[in-house]
């Protein structure tokens, strides 16, 4: 049988505590290298590296994902695993941190063990872009490096961050981050200013309006899969991403009709995050259930022209 590509991400493992107007959890499984592998591995075994203290609950992880998640890259340190508490207002679209406790997330430093350094497609999640940096300089050759920010390291290390663009094939960001970033609040131009910037293609999340897959002279609109109740908005965006890279490492396959097709996969992934606090959602779904989610995207957006005027 043949090797499957190697699936790479870099990023947060967090104990979550959340609360919004439906509940609240408390010290979940959280942080964007943990909703990226624990979507992403539906559909391709995913590689994590990242750093927990002795108090995280390893095995629960390990448990969640399903096709694989393999946590040798993950160091266990010794001190507090990384806590991020969030409240969310009413309409789940505004959000507070009550509390960024970083513990052992403060003295990251990226190693990847030699086992992943042959990585194909690597996801780097939203840490310090100078450790984003280093991680490239330790992977061999990637077929595709996508890569998340958030809006405190656009502003505090800017010039690093413009460096690691001229380096990663995919920004996937939010709405406000590329604003931020490009200084325009006009999405398609803040887009088409990155595309200048090194990568070849954008994707930009806009929560429940969707995502956007911007390339050179091409756009291609998801929408946001229409759900009865969403629960807790928090990992959306890193599910988006773990389903849009484990959709491309499964199919090798970077041609522009499959980046659409795993815009669709990630827009399903992020839909199923938010139905249930932390990856929870992720427990009760099979394979079949993300295939039923991604035939209903196509519904969605499907008409026929023949009827035209
Ligand atoms: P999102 O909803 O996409 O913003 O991602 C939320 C996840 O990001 C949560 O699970 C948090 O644990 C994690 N997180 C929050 N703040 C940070 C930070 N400063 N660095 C890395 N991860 C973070």
Redesign the pocket.
């Known amino acids: 049988m043949e090797t499957p590509m190697g699936l790479l991400v870099v990023g947060?493992i967090?104990l979550?505590s959340v609360e919004t107007p439906f509940g609240r959890t408390e010290e979940a499984l959280?942080?964007?290298a943990v909703?990226f592998a624990v979507a992403g591995s539906l559909l391709h075994p995913v590689q994590v590296v990242g750093v927990v203290g002795r108090d995280y609950p390893m095995g629960e992880l390990q448990r969640l994902g399903q096709r694989g998640i393999d946590l040798r890259g993950v160091t266990v340190a010794d001190g507090e695993s990384f806590r991020?508490s969030g409240k969310y207002g009413f309409d789940l679209s505004t959000r507070d941190t009550l509390e960024?406790r970083l513990g052992v997330f403060a003295n990251f430093r990226p190693v990847i063990p030699e086992a992943f350094r042959d990585a194909e497609f690597v996801f780097l999640g939203?840490?310090d872009p100078e450790l984003q940096l280093d991680v490239l300089r330790q992977v061999h050759r990637p077929k595709l490096v996508a890569c998340d920010t958030m809006n405190?390291w656009i502003q505090g290390k800017r010039t690093a961050l413009l460096r690691l663009l001229q380096e990663v094939d995919v920004l996937l960001v939010n709405d406000s981050e590329v604003r931020e970033l490009s200084g325009d609040w006009h999405i398609h131009r803040a887009a088409r200013w990155v595309l200048e910037r090194g990568p070849k293609f954008v994707v930009v999340k806009k929560g429940e309006h969707g995502a956007v897959l911007v390339e050179p002279g091409r756009t291609f609109y998801v929408p946001a899969y229409p759900l009865d109740d969403v629960f807790d908005?928090?990992?959306?965006?890193?599910s988006f991403a773990g389903g849009f890279m484990a959709y491309l490492a499964h199919t090798g396959d970077l041609s522009s009709a499959n980046l659409r097709r795993a815009m669709v996969y990630g827009s399903a992934m992020g839909s199923f995050a938010v139905e249930r606090f932390s990856v929870a959602r992720f427990e009760e779904i099979t394979l079949a259930d993300v295939r039923a989610r991604v035939r209903a995207h196509k519904d969605l957006v499907h008409f026929d022209l023949d009827a035209d005027l």
């Open positions: 947060s967090a979550d959280g942080g964007s909703f991020w960024t939203n840490i405190y908005p928090t990992g959306a965006g890193d």
